[in-house]
């Protein structure tokens, strides 16, 4: 089975922020296969999916973003997932120019707290994960304050477009692998 993580911190102030970007994707992947996610569980909310013919639990952790680890590595355990290469991670990047994802096997925290967390939690950086870009066409000054503002609504069309197709891009991963997602999605 597949752990399908969107980070992102719970309650309807963070809904439409821009750390959100992770409980988006994992809501349109859930809405896709007519679920919803809200069975609680390892302190996250959870739903299971088929996606393509892979099974996977859509997975929202609940203990805000800088604690995600706590929920992923509870959930590694008890559904006994031994290959990291099953826990897909979707996150937030303000390295990243607004609407782009980017696809890896593997890598660094590269600054987001929620996935250093997993990482520490985990003890591995050997996850895949999407990492959906964030960052605005000006400078930023205070980094924690811009991640936890809104997306105005300018922004929101192009916020839209960009879910959909890191849900695409998770289709991909599991049905035609993350090589193939990474050529045609990064």
């Not at 439409?16 to 970007?21: D, G, L, S």
């Not at 099953?86 to 890896?104: M, Y």
């Amino acid at each position: 089975m597949w752990l399908i993580v969107g980070l992102g911190n719970p309650g309807p102030k963070y809904e439409w922020t821009r750390h959100n970007c992770g409980f988006m994707v994992v809501d349109e992947l859930a809405r896709r296969s007519e679920r919803e996610i809200r069975t609680p569980e390892c302190q996250a909310l959870t739903a299971r999916a088929t996606i393509g013919d892979q099974a996977a639990l859509l997975v929202k952790p609940q203990t805000f973003m800088n604690l995600s680890g706590v929920a992923v590595a509870a959930l590694k355990t008890k559904y006994e997932v031994k290959d990291l290469s099953s826990i897909l991670v979707i996150s937030d990047d303000l390295a990243l120019p607004l609407g782009r994802i980017r696809i890896r096997q593997q890598g660094s925290a590269g600054g987001q707290k929620g996935l250093k967390s997993v990482i520490e939690k985990l003890g591995a950086q050997g996850f895949p994960r999407v990492r959906l870009g964030i960052a605005p066409d000006h400078p930023v000054t205070d980094a924690s304050d811009f991640v936890l503002t809104e997306f105005p609504k300018k922004d929101r069309d192009a916020l839209g477009e960009m879910v959909a197709r890191a849900a695409d891009a998770v289709e991909a991963v599991l049905t035609t692998g993350i090589v193939n997602a990474m050529s045609k999605y990064n």
